[in-house]
């Protein structure tokens, strides 16, 4: 191997098990010389990891799966061997959509199908005055944030596309945007929803494991022309991360990856705020109500590192859902094929216990399954999708 | 080139110098319409406003993100999207990365009116950046000798030495220690200011 590898990434928490693994030193116990590079948008992460900028990168499990399928961009293989996390993010909104939804709720306010309900019912409200329509943030247009949004409040109905706006924003705008309400809300990923509500200016209104128990979020991409290159670098790679989200997930070294984590070159926020995260207990309210959940963020528990090609499928189901891909046998091989569990098994030299959950555990819709996803996707109301 | 032939040209850029590096260079190749955007505020509804041909973005720029959201929702926009120049082009592609540009390129423009445009905003880019670390090196040279100044002082005033033998003294420490004589200064300025 010549010179150190370039691995980049985005200041979020689920970048944890990558951070970690060069700081800590798991990485140069595997005989790796890393340098990380810190990244502003998820469009420069995959165009530097596309052109060979970069040899890996943190990255959105959507992103990769595009950049495979040439969706939206050039066309460049991508191979995931190591899942980062799965769920992690948030919906935060503001003051008043809170109160306007706790006005219309029905059921629950940590039930998704209540609360998208009652947000169907304000959405119809706003509709009859005349108002505006509510304006939600996510980070990317191929992204688990966009996703799951979506998922759920078409499950109450709310056409995504028609009956509000979803718009782009990066994610360190988010709070500001919220705060001077160019949006009402957002799906978002740690720690910008804790921001938003130690700041005071939103409630974090459901964790995305309340929507979906079990989701790939983020990957270690690489290029897959490099990986078939390099698979000795691949393989230590992999054991490398595992190896990190082991030290991650013992409730005993969660201070020091808090540290470790919130350095100014790393996540750059408070360490405090990143263990909020890690140990799935976050303010909720500006008030000091804390939600406790151990499904917020997994980084190595119930063999998350392992990535599943059904999530991949999955998330290849949402991009034709929403108008984004067409639905073809081809599509949903290359979509699965950018998961690569062989990868990460042989790299672990055995194929490690996994005790996961059914995947997804999705609030609404029927069970998903990778070989009829058209079937699947006429179970649902609201879409764009045209058999 | 007449006006009418000229492609409309967006930079969006918070560098307001870099932009008008670019924005000149442009000119100077003939083309005559090209607007910068520098406030991300509202940046959509101002593209849209505009509705440009070619969109260069500094890659630093968070609002890249936000750009390629709008290439995706062609129900927003008058005219499908597509971003750099083709899948073919990957030398462009590495040369506009690695300067730190990303152009988005509307659908229609022919190609060979992209090329020339694509390499101008590389070759500028590329000129900003040397432009750039000159200026941090001046800095980091004035920064220096200010540090120097003041630990010749110290050692003149402690040691008793005049002004060329305390330089002769800071220099031969730096070479000892095969350190910059800045580093040398800076760490008898802290020492002083400890002893204080």
């Known amino acids: 191997m010549s010179g150190p590898l370039r691995i980049g990434f985005i200041p979020l928490v689920d970048a944890a098990a990558l951070i970690v693994a060069v700081d800590k030193g798991f990485a140069a116990a595997e005989g790796l010389e890393v340098e990380l590079v810190r990244e502003v948008s998820w469009s420069n992460v995959r165009d530097k990891l596309n052109i060979g900028l970069f040899d890996a990168a943190h990255l959105l499990a959507p992103v990769a799966i595009a950049s495979s399928l040439g969706l939206g961009h050039v066309k460049v293989p991508i191979v995931a061997p190591f899942n980062l996390g799965i769920n992690g993010n948030a919906i935060t909104v503001s003051p008043a959509l809170l109160s306007a939804l706790m006005e219309e709720i029905d059921g629950d306010r940590f039930d998704p199908m209540a609360t998208a309900k009652a947000l169907a019912r304000v959405v119809a409200k706003r509709r009859k005055a005349g108002a505006e329509p509510l304006t939600f943030g996510m980070t990317f247009p191929f992204s688990t944030h966009n996703y799951q949004l979506r998922f759920w409040m078409a499950a109450a109905g709310v056409d995504p596309d028609e009956d509000v706006r979803l718009v782009v924003l990066p994610p360190p705008f988010m709070v500001d945007s919220l705060k001077s309400g160019h949006v009402d809300a957002f799906c978002v990923g740690a720690p910008w929803n804790s921001i938003a509500v130690d700041l005071g200016v939103g409630h974090i209104l459901h964790f995305v494991s309340d929507i979906l128990v079990h989701a790939a979020e983020k990957v270690l991409a690489i290029r897959q022309s490099w990986a078939d290159k390099n698979p000795d670098v691949v393989a230590a790679l992999v054991r490398a991360a595992e190896k990190a989200a082991d030290f991650i997930e013992h409730p005993e070294n969660r201070t020091e990856a808090a540290r470790i984590l919130a350095q100014p070159e790393r996540i750059g926020v408070d360490a405090e705020v990143i263990q909020r995260t890690l140990d799935g207990r976050l303010k909720i309210s500006p008030d000091g109500t804390f939600r406790e959940s151990d499904r917020y963020l997994l980084v190595g528990r119930e063999g998350a590192g392992r990535p599943d090609p059904v999530q991949a499928a999955w998330l290849y189901a949402q991009m034709v859902r929403w108008g984004q891909a067409p639905l073809t046998p081809d599509g949903v091989k290359t979509a699965m094929a950018v998961f690569r569990p062989d990868l990460y098994e042989a790299a672990l030299g055995h194929r490690r216990p996994v005790e996961a959950p059914a995947p997804f555990g999705a609030f609404a819709g029927p069970a998903f399954d990778p070989t009829d996803i058209s079937g699947h996707l006429e179970a649902f109301e609201v879409g764009r999708w045209k058999a | ?196």
Not at chain 2, 47 to 72: C, G, H, T
Not at chain 2, 113 to 125: G, H, T, W, Y
Not at chain 2, 140 to 160: F, H, P, T, Y
Not at chain 2, 165 to 183: D, F, H, N
């Open chain 2, 1 to 196: 080139m007449s006006a009418e032939q000229s492609p409309k040209i967006v930079i969006v850029d918070e560098s307001p110098i870099r932009a008008a590096i670019l924005e000149e260079g442009l000119r100077e190749a003939g083309f005559t319409q090209v607007v910068h955007i520098r406030e991300m505020q509202s940046l959509l509804a101002r593209i849209y406003a505009v509705d440009p041909d070619i969109i260069l973005i500094d890659l630093e720029n968070p609002s890249r993100d936000v750009l390629e959201a709008m290439f995706q929702v062609s129900r927003a926009v008058k005219r499908p999207i597509a971003m750099f120049v083709d899948q073919s082009d990957s030398a462009s592609i590495q040369a506009s990365v690695e300067a730190g540009v990303s152009a988005y390129i509307v659908d229609g423009l022919k190609k060979e009116r992209i090329k020339p445009i694509l390499d101008l905003c590389v070759s500028r880019f590329n000129a900003f950046a040397k432009l750039q670390e000159e200026l941090e090196r001046t800095k980091s040279q004035l920064e220096d000798r200010k540090i120097i100044e003041k630990a010749k002082g110290i050692l003149m005033r402690v040691k008793g030495l005049n002004e060329d033998e305390a330089y002769v003294l800071l220099r031969s420490t730096a070479m000892r220690e095969k350190k910059k004589i800045g580093e040398i200064a800076q760490s008898i300025i802290t020492a002083s200011e400890m002893l204080k």
